[in-house]
């Protein structure tokens, strides 16, 4: 089955460091490219990171210098690695994949994980 | 950052209407725009990609419209299960794509 499966998330201090997993299955994370996107609580959508394929990385500036997105081919899994957290940064962050459809990339997603919730707070 | 502004925010309907919900971006993204439908507790589904291509395995009652800055999202006919949060997203200045507000279609 093709799927993303996102661990790691939990409650946190302010100033405090977590890292999330994204496990991917059916397909192979080296050859496409994934982004975290967030969900504060209530809230609308906020794309956060990506990885290319070619292991290019992005951020968007309200994590910058502060988030690191990485990936382990050998065990096909994507990760966020996230430090200095604040109280802004708690969501729901969700991995997903951008649209490939023969090669030509969309910049859409098309495959989402469940998400995992990130609490900051004392 | 493009702008992605939709609305009405919520939208209540019955079951069998007609839905319209609309997006407007603050520069142009010429047709690089898509739809999601996030039902509560569940990750986002991709409905209609590039302003008018259904995703696949979406039914044809989705349909979208639009270029430039105005885009919109037809639901022809209501079935329960689409009432739901829906977002547009715009991938003009990929990869920092941006994401609207949502519409929410609840049931009248």
């Known amino acids: 089955e093709v799927q993303l499966v996102e661990t790691g998330g939990g409650l946190i201090q302010p100033g405090g460091s977590l890292r999330l997993s994204c496990a991917a299955s059916g397909f192979i994370v080296s050859n496409t490219y994934i982004s975290w996107v967030r969900q504060a609580p209530g809230k609308g959508l906020e794309w956060v990171s990506i990885i290319y394929s070619g292991g290019s990385t992005y951020y968007a500036d309200s994590v910058k210098g502060r988030f690191t997105i990485s990936r382990d081919n050998s065990k096909n899994t994507l990760f966020l690695q996230m430090n200095r957290l604040r109280a802004e940064d708690t969501a729901v962050y969700y991995c997903?994949?951008?649209?490939?459809?023969?090669?030509?990339?969309?910049?859409?997603?098309?495959?989402w994980g469940r998400g995992t919730l990130v609490t900051v707070s004392s | 950052e493009i702008v992605l502004t939709q609305s009405p925010a919520t939208l209540s309907l019955s079951p069998g209407e007609r839905a319209t919900l609309s997006c407007r971006a603050s520069q142009s993204v010429s047709s690089y725009l898509a739809w999601y439908q996030q039902k509560p507790g569940q990750a986002p589904r991709l409905l209609i990609y590039d302003a008018s291509n259904r995703a696949t395995g979406i039914p044809a009652r989705f349909s979208g419209s639009g270029s430039g800055t105005d885009f919109t999202l037809t639901i022809s006919s209501l079935e329960p299960e689409d009432f739901a949060v829906y977002y547009c997203q715009q991938r003009s200045n990929w990869p920092l794509v941006t994401f609207g507000g949502g519409t929410k279609v609840e049931i009248k």
């Open positions: 997903a994949r951008v649209l490939d459809y023969g090669g030509n990339l969309y910049w859409y997603f098309d495959l």
